[in-house]
C-alpha cells in the first residue's frame, strides 16, 4: 500500500436493540452471545491491516452499525480502550453512531475520555406516528431528553439523522422536527428520503398495501421546503442528503463521496485501499463466524470510473474535472459529450468542478444512468490512483 495517503477506518457493529423497519444494514437484535467474539475479531482485523502498514496515517474513523452504543458500557469502553491501543492519538475526526435511547451522562463521559469527537445520533423524527411507522425502539419523549443531555454533557460535534418522505408524513411534521433539533445547534444535518430495501418489513408491507408510498410531488416539495429552511438558518447543502454550518462537513463520509482510501473492519464492512496504483476492494462477508475471509478484487477502470461518478455528482459542488483527468486517460468534456449536451440547462462547471444544479440533484438518478451508458467499453487499464482532492 501507498502509505503516503491517509485512510480513513469505519467500523461496523453488528448489533441493534431492535432492527428498524426500513433498515437494510447488516445488523442482528438479541445477539449478546456474539458480542465479545466479534469485538475482539474487529480489533485482530485492524492489528492485521495497520500492522502491514506501519507508517499509515489515520486521517478519521467512524464507529456504526447496528448502533454501537447499544453494547453494554463495561464492553464498549473495553472496546474503545483496545482501539486506543492500536490506532494514532492525532485522528481528526473520531465518530461514533448513537440512539437516543443510549444516552445518558455516564456513557458521554465515556466517549469522551476515549477521544471520540463527533457523535451521528439517529433522530429520523420526532412524531410519535411517523417513528411507529419507521418501527424506530424510541419515542419522542426519549429523543427530548437525549437532546437535553447532550446539550448539558456534551461539547463536541453533533450530526443529527432525520428521514422524510415517510407515508402520512407531511412537511410541516419535518418542518417542526428541524426548529426543535436546531434548537440544540448541531454542526450537522443528515436529511435522507426514506427508500424502500428489498427485503424490509417495510417494503413488505408496501407489497401488501398496508402503507402506501408518498407521492413524487409531495416528495420533491417536502425535501424542498426542509432544504430552504436549513439554508435560511445557516445551514449549507453539501452533498444531496446533508447540510452543515461552515466549518462542520462530515470528514469521514467526504473521503467516500471523493473517493479517497478507507479500510473497513467488522462483518458487512468494505474497503477501498491502494495496491500498485490500483484500487484493491475487500468486502467483508455479512456473517458473524466468517467475516474476516474477505473477498478481494482490483477494480477495473470502467466500475472505478463510474464510481467516481456516482459519489462525485452526489456533493454539491460535483465532481473535480481534473482530479478525475489526472486518474484517468480521459476528457470529461470529450468522453461524455451527450450526456453534458443534454444535461446542459442543469449542468454548472465553476473552478474545476462540474455540478448538478437543484432541479438536476432531484433527477440525479437519470443523469447517473445517462452518463454511465456513456462510459467507454474499451477505457484503458492504465488509471493511478489515489490522489487526494
Same mark, same amino acid.
Given at each position: 500500500?501507498?502509505?503516503?495517503?491517509p485512510v480513513?477506518?469505519?467500523?461496523?457493529?453488528?448489533?441493534?436493540?431492535?432492527?428498524?423497519?426500513?433498515?437494510?444494514?447488516?445488523?442482528?437484535?438479541?445477539?449478546?452471545?456474539?458480542?465479545?467474539?466479534v469485538?475482539?475479531?474487529?480489533?485482530?482485523?485492524?492489528?492485521?491491516?495497520?500492522?502491514k502498514?506501519?507508517?499509515?496515517?489515520?486521517?478519521?474513523?467512524?464507529?456504526?452499525?447496528g448502533?454501537?452504543?447499544?453494547?453494554?458500557l463495561?464492553?464498549?469502553e473495553?472496546?474503545?480502550?483496545?482501539?486506543? $491501543?492500536?490506532l494514532?492519538?492525532?485522528v481528526?475526526?473520531?465518530?461514533?453512531?448513537?440512539?437516543?435511547?443510549?444516552?445518558?451522562?455516564p456513557?458521554?463521559?465515556m466517549?469522551?475520555?476515549?477521544?471520540?469527537?463527533?457523535?451521528?445520533?439517529?433522530v429520523?423524527?420526532?412524531?410519535?406516528?411517523?417513528?411507529?411507522?419507521?418501527?424506530?425502539?424510541?419515542?419522542?419523549?426519549?429523543?427530548?431528553?437525549?437532546?437535553?443531555?447532550?446539550?448539558?454533557?456534551?461539547?463536541?460535534?453533533?450530526?443529527? $439523522?432525520?428521514?422524510?418522505?415517510?407515508?402520512?408524513?407531511?412537511?410541516?411534521?419535518?418542518?417542526?422536527?428541524?426548529?426543535?433539533?436546531?434548537?440544540?445547534?448541531?454542526?450537522?444535518?443528515?436529511?435522507?428520503?426514506?427508500?424502500?430495501?428489498?427485503g424490509?418489513p417495510?417494503?413488505?408491507?408496501?407489497?401488501?398495501?398496508?402503507?402506501?408510498?408518498?407521492?413524487?410531488?409531495h416528495?420533491?416539495?417536502?425535501?424542498?421546503?426542509?432544504? $430552504?429552511?436549513?439554508?435560511?438558518?445557516?445551514?449549507?447543502?453539501?452533498?444531496i442528503s446533508?447540510f452543515?454550518?461552515?466549518?462542520?462537513q462530515?470528514?469521514?463520509?467526504?473521503?467516500y463521496?471523493?473517493?479517497?482510501?478507507y479500510?473497513g473492519?467488522?462483518?458487512?464492512?468494505?474497503?477501498?485501499?491502494?495496491?500498485?496504483?490500483?484500487?484493491?476492494?475487500?468486502?467483508n462477508?455479512?456473517?458473524?463466524?466468517?467475516?474476516?475471509?474477505?473477498?478481494?478484487?482490483?477494480?477495473?477502470?470502467?466500475?472505478?470510473?463510474l464510481?467516481?461518478?456516482?459519489?462525485?455528482f452526489r456533493?454539491?459542488?460535483?465532481?473535480?474535472?481534473?482530479?478525475?483527468?489526472?486518474?484517468?486517460?480521459?476528457?470529461?468534456?470529450?468522453?461524455f459529450?451527450?450526456?453534458?449536451?443534454n444535461?446542459?440547462?442543469?449542468l454548472?462547471?465553476?473552478?474545476?468542478?462540474?455540478?448538478?444544479?437543484?432541479?438536476?440533484?432531484?433527477?440525479?438518478?437519470?443523469?447517473?444512468?445517462?452518463?454511465?451508458?456513456?462510459?467507454?467499453e474499451?477505457?484503458?487499464?492504465?488509471?493511478?490512483?489515489?490522489?487526494r482532492?
Amino acid at each position: 500500500m501507498n502509505t503516503a495517503y491517509p485512510v480513513s477506518i469505519y467500523i461496523h457493529i453488528p448489533f441493534c436493540t431492535k432492527k428498524c423497519g426500513y433498515c437494510d444494514f447488516y445488523s442482528i437484535s438479541g445477539g449478546s452471545s456474539y458480542y465479545s467474539s466479534v469485538l475482539e475479531r474487529i480489533i485482530l482485523q485492524l492489528k492485521t491491516f495497520i500492522a502491514k502498514n506501519p507508517v499509515i496515517d489515520v486521517y478519521t474513523v467512524y464507529i456504526g452499525g447496528g448502533t454501537p452504543s447499544s453494547l453494554p458500557l463495561n464492553l464498549l469502553e473495553s472496546f474503545l480502550s483496545a482501539l486506543e $491501543d492500536i490506532l494514532p492519538s492525532n485522528v481528526e475526526e473520531f465518530t461514533m453512531e448513537v440512539n437516543p435511547e443510549d444516552i445518558h451522562k455516564p456513557f458521554l463521559e465515556m466517549l469522551f475520555s476515549h477521544h471520540i469527537n463527533r457523535i451521528s445520533m439517529g433522530v429520523q423524527s420526532l412524531n410519535e406516528s411517523v417513528l411507529k411507522v419507521l418501527e424506530r425502539n424510541t419515542s419522542r419523549y426519549k429523543t427530548l431528553k437525549a437532546l437535553d443531555c447532550l446539550a448539558s454533557n456534551w461539547q463536541e460535534n453533533i450530526s443529527f $439523522d432525520l428521514i422524510t418522505s415517510v407515508p402520512g408524513q407531511e412537511t410541516a411534521d419535518t418542518l417542526r422536527d428541524l426548529q426543535t433539533l436546531l434548537k440544540f445547534s448541531p454542526g450537522h444535518i443528515s436529511l435522507y428520503t426514506l427508500t424502500f430495501e428489498n427485503g424490509t418489513p417495510l417494503t413488505k408491507k408496501l407489497e401488501e398495501g398496508t402503507i402506501h408510498k408518498v407521492s413524487e410531488e409531495h416528495e420533491a416539495a417536502m425535501f424542498d421546503g426542509c432544504t $430552504d429552511y436549513l439554508e435560511e438558518n445557516g445551514y449549507y447543502r453539501y452533498e444531496i442528503s446533508n447540510f452543515s454550518t461552515p466549518g462542520e462537513q462530515s470528514l469521514h463520509n467526504k473521503v467516500y463521496w471523493d473517493l479517497n482510501p478507507y479500510f473497513g473492519a467488522g462483518p458487512s464492512a468494505v474497503s477501498t485501499i491502494p495496491f500498485q496504483n490500483k484500487a484493491l476492494r475487500i468486502e467483508n462477508p455479512r456473517d458473524m463466524k466468517s467475516f474476516l475471509h474477505g473477498n478481494f478484487e482490483l477494480i477495473n477502470s470502467q466500475s472505478f470510473l463510474l464510481e467516481h461518478l456516482l459519489m462525485g455528482f452526489r456533493l454539491i459542488k460535483g465532481i473535480h474535472v481534473g482530479r478525475i483527468e489526472s486518474i484517468f486517460p480521459i476528457d470529461i468534456f470529450s468522453t461524455f459529450t451527450r450526456t453534458i449536451d443534454n444535461w446542459s440547462r442543469n449542468l454548472k462547471f465553476n473552478e474545476g468542478y462540474l455540478s448538478l444544479d437543484r432541479s438536476g440533484l432531484m433527477l440525479l438518478n437519470k443523469f447517473l444512468s445517462d452518463i454511465a451508458d456513456e462510459i467507454p467499453e474499451d477505457l484503458p487499464e492504465n488509471y493511478s490512483w489515489p490522489l487526494r482532492s
